[in-house]
């Protein structure tokens, strides 16, 4: 059992979530979350997810957003073994989403393209339930 380490990574999670929620400085907000990623690296996808969506829509930096996407892709391939309040979703598609949501301003099309796909992939074949708006949405930006 991984205990108390798995509450201290979703207490630092959580408390970084409300850093961001209060206005704390990027420096803060991105330190704290790379500090709960050192706390638990096998849930390692998550603090990754919540920076990319910090640098795109509070920061309005989509590009920055890109580097912790595409890290935090890489790490999400598998849903981790870990049993507290283990958001499934951000294993299953929403790590991906980011990708998708922030790889043109990157210049990374081809990665975005290549996210949106395994997306609908995964939704079409039932490993993920993708919610209905967001599928909508990643489809129109493959057009």
Known sequence: SHGWVEETFCAKVE??????????????????????????????????????AYYRNDLGRPAVAYVYASAG?????????????????????????????SAYYAKQMSAGREACKEIIDR???GAAFVLEEALNRIKENLE
């Open 73 to 101: 892709a890489a790490i999400a391939t598998k849903q981790p073994d870990a049993t507290l309040f283990v958001p499934s979703d951000v294993y299953a598609w929403r790590m991906l989403d980011e990708v998708c949501s």
């Open 15 to 52: 408390a970084e979530k409300l850093a961001v929620e209060v206005g704390e400085s990027e420096d803060v907000v991105t330190a704290e979350f790379l500090s709960a990623f050192e706390t638990m690296p096998s849930r390692g996808a998550e603090p990754p997810k919540e920076l990319a």
């Open 123 to 125: 939704a079409d074949s």
